[in-house]
């Protein structure tokens, strides 16, 4: 039994796509609600439909992707109205809805629409798109991601949660851990795309994307020890009514299992969404099982957060 929770809400599945994969139309998000996912998260949105950076900004790597998408999406408009409409055919499926921005403003206004209107699920606040031009991540600047907090925090009140970029340093781990426990939030999802890698294609000796020179977020099998090290350390220093989501790394069962032995409550899928196609969950499911029954667990929670140290 696969089963799992965030606060009140409840999973029949720990699997769920990573945002920016599969979720970009109602197709799309229609398809990922009828697979094995537990659960599933839009595009990032923004205030205004945005049509992103030029093509080509997704190539297949041997290890997993890189992407420059430029936060492409219909805008927040057609998201919510996707989710207000999902929520009243799937009333016990409760979605996340994820929320990116260029400003403050934006953001601020963005959430208050969220806060108005009926939405019920859960709101993912993407503190680290590392893909605009000109717009560093809000993440990786400590003030700021407290300042937004506040003013996010001032007013909404609907259960939340952020997608952070990946930490590489201890302290970083103990001064962003320190911001996120002044908040109510539900979950922090860790991580996000490694940002601004470099790769070249050695027929031609030219960058595989096009924008920005060919720097891009590196996500897929690199991403593993990086997203379990952030899962890990967070679950380590985080208020433990905030539930850690992992993300990164994962193409197998024992991928997920290796998140949620560090701490994860939900598993989402990105690069190998995107190569596999939904079909990746029903395989996903299958090998996490199966790890499962050979250490004699029949729950997430048998294991969750049980890692062992030396
Ligand atoms: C995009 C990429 C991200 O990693 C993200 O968090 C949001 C948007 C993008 O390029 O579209």
């Given at each position: 039994?696969?089963?799992?929770?965030?606060?009140?809400?409840?999973?029949?599945?720990v699997f769920m796509n990573a945002s920016g994969v599969?979720?970009?139309?109602?197709?799309?998000?229609?398809?990922?609600?009828?697979?094995?996912a537990?659960t599933?998260v839009?595009?990032s949105?923004?205030?205004?439909?945005?049509?992103?950076?030029?093509?080509?900004?997704?190539?297949?790597?041997?290890?997993g992707?890189?992407?420059?998408?430029?936060?492409?999406?219909?805008?927040?408009?057609?998201?919510?109205?996707?989710?207000?409409?999902?929520?009243?055919?799937?009333?016990?499926?409760?979605?996340f809805?994820s929320?990116?921005?260029?400003?403050?403003?934006?953001?601020?206004?963005?959430?208050?629409?969220?806060?108005?209107?009926?939405?019920?699920?859960?709101?993912e606040?993407n503190?680290s798109?590392?893909?605009?031009?000109?717009?560093?991540?809000?993440g990786?600047?400590?003030?700021?991601?407290?300042?937004?907090?506040?003013?996010?925090?001032?007013?909404?009140?609907?259960?939340?949660g952020v997608k952070l970029p990946p930490?590489?340093?201890?302290?970083?781990?103990?001064?962003?851990?320190?911001?996120?426990?002044?908040?109510?939030?539900?979950f922090v999802n860790s991580i996000n795309s490694l940002?601004?890698?470099?790769?070249?294609?050695?027929?031609?000796?030219?960058?595989?994307?096009?924008?920005?020179?060919?720097?891009?977020g590196i996500g897929g099998?690199y991403a593993k020890?990086i997203a379990l090290a952030n899962v890990?350390?967070f679950?380590?220093?985080?208020?433990?009514?905030?539930r850690l989501i992992g993300t990164g790394g994962v193409t197998?069962?024992?991928d997920a299992?290796d998140l949620i032995?560090a701490g994860a409550s939900l598993v989402q899928v990105g690069t190998l969404l995107q190569?596999?196609?939904?079909?990746?969950?029903?395989?996903l499911?299958?090998?996490?099982?199966?790890?499962?029954?050979?250490?004699?667990?029949?729950?997430?929670?048998?294991?969750?957060?049980?890692?062992?140290?030396?």
């Open positions: 039994d696969l089963h799992t929770s965030i606060d009140e809400f409840q999973f029949d599945n599969r979720c970009y139309t109602k197709d799309e998000l229609d398809e990922l609600a009828e697979s094995d537990g599933l839009t595009k949105a923004t205030q205004a439909k945005r049509l992103g950076n030029p093509s080509p900004r997704y190539a297949r790597l041997e290890l992707s890189i992407n420059s998408m430029g936060l492409p999406n219909e805008g927040l408009e057609y998201y919510l109205d996707y989710a207000l409409s999902f929520q009243k055919a799937h009333p016990d499926k409760p979605i809805l929320v990116a921005s260029l400003s403050m403003e934006e953001n601020l206004a963005m959430a208050h629409t969220i806060e108005d209107s009926d939405f019920n699920g859960l709101v606040f503190l798109c590392p893909n605009v031009p000109g717009k560093p991540q809000t990786y600047d400590f003030d700021r991601t407290q300042e937004v907090l506040t003013n996010l925090f001032s007013f909404f009140t609907k259960p939340a930490y590489f340093d201890l302290a970083q781990f103990d001064q962003m851990a320190a911001i996120l426990n002044q908040f109510p939030l539900k940002g601004n890698g470099l790769m070249i294609d050695p027929e031609t000796d030219t960058a595989l994307i096009k924008p920005k020179g060919g720097f891009g099998a020890p890990r350390a679950a380590q220093r985080l208020d433990p009514k905030i197998n069962g024992r299992y032995l190569e596999e196609g939904p079909a990746a969950f029903t395989r499911t299958r090998e996490l099982r199966a790890v499962m029954q050979t250490k004699g667990y029949n729950a997430i929670s048998d294991f969750k957060g049980q890692l062992k140290v030396l």
